[in-house]
C-alpha cells in the first residue's frame, strides 16, 4: 500500500497565486521529498526535507514538516503556468523511496 | 552529466515477445531502482540494486527480470507481459542505497503490450 496520501487531488488556480498542497504519512520517516512531474514524464526533485528539520525553503518553494501529526505540506508561491504539473510527496523508509497519491496543479493564464 | 538515460522512449510489444529496457546514468551513483507507473497514479517501487546487487523486490511477477551487468547499467527484462503490464516505466538513480538524498529519474520507458 502506499505510504503517502495527498490533497487536495486536483487544484486549478491563476497565474500569481499560491498553491499549497499536503501530504500525510503512516510511518516513521528518515526524509520526504516532492518531486514534480510533467505530462506522465520523468520525475523532477523539487526540495528534501529530513526528519529533524520543521521548514525548508527552494526559491518559490516552502515546505514544512511536522513529524508528529506525520504530514507535511509544500507551498508554491506566485505560481506560473510553467507550473502545471503533477506533484508527489515521496518518504524514504528502509532504503525504499514510496510515493503518496499526488495533487494535480492546473496553473491559468 | 546529472542525467539518467532510459531506452527506448516507447515500446510496443506482443504477448509472447522478449524485450529489454535499458537504464544509464554515470553520476557514480551506487543504487538504482525500477518504478512502475500507471496512468493518473504515483510510482510504485519494483526493484531496488544497491551496489550492483538486488536489495528490494517488491513481490513482482518472474515476467519481470532485472539485471546490473555494472555501477552504470540497469536492465529489465521483460517476458510473456500480459496487457494490464501497460505502464511509464521508470528508472531512478541515487549516490547510495538508503535515500539519504534525492533520486534522479529517467523520462522512462512507455510501455504497450498488445
Known amino acids: 500500500s502506499q505510504q503517502g496520501e495527498e490533497d487536495p487531488q486536483a487544484l486549478s488556480i491563476q497565474e500569481g497565486e499560491n498553491a499549497t498542497m499536503n501530504c500525510s504519512y503512516k510511518t516513521s520517516i528518515n526524509n520526504l521529498q516532492w518531486y514534480r512531474q510533467n505530462s506522465g514524464r520523468g520525475l523532477v526533485h523539487l526540495i528534501l526535507i529530513r526528519s529533524n528539520e520543521r521548514e525548508k525553503h527552494s526559491g518559490r518553494l516552502r515546505v514544512t514538516l511536522d513529524t508528529s501529526k506525520k504530514s507535511s505540506s509544500l507551498l508554491i508561491t506566485a505560481s506560473r503556468a510553467a507550473d502545471t504539473a503533477s506533484y508527489f510527496c515521496?518518504?524514504?523508509?528502509?532504503?525504499?523511496?514510496?510515493f503518496g497519491q499526488g495533487t494535480t496543479l492546473q496553473v491559468k493564464p | 552529466d546529472t542525467e539518467v538515460t532510459q531506452t527506448p522512449k516507447h515500446l510496443v510489444m506482443g504477448m509472447t515477445n522478449k524485450k529489454s529496457l535499458k537504464c544509464e546514468q554515470h553520476?557514480?551513483?551506487?543504487?538504482m531502482y525500477w518504478y512502475k507507473q500507471k496512468a493518473k497514479k504515483p510510482p510504485e517501487l519494483m526493484f531496488v540494486y544497491s551496489y550492483e546487487k538486488l536489495s528490494i523486490n517488491e513481490s513482482v511477477p518472474s515476467r519481470f527480470s532485472p539485471e546490473c551487468p555494472n555501477s552504470s547499467l540497469l536492465n529489465l527484462h521483460l517476458h510473456a507481459l500480459q496487457p494490464e503490464d501497460s505502464a511509464l516505466y521508470l528508472c531512478?538513480?541515487?549516490?547510495?542505497?538508503?535515500?539519504?538524498?534525492?533520486?534522479?529519474f529517467g523520462q522512462g520507458t512507455r510501455l504497450t503490450v498488445v
Open positions: 531512478a538513480s541515487s549516490p547510495w542505497g538508503q535515500m539519504n538524498t534525492e533520486a534522479f
Open positions: 515521496a518518504t524514504a523508509v528502509t532504503g525504499k523511496l514510496i
Open positions: 553520476m557514480g551513483h551506487r543504487a
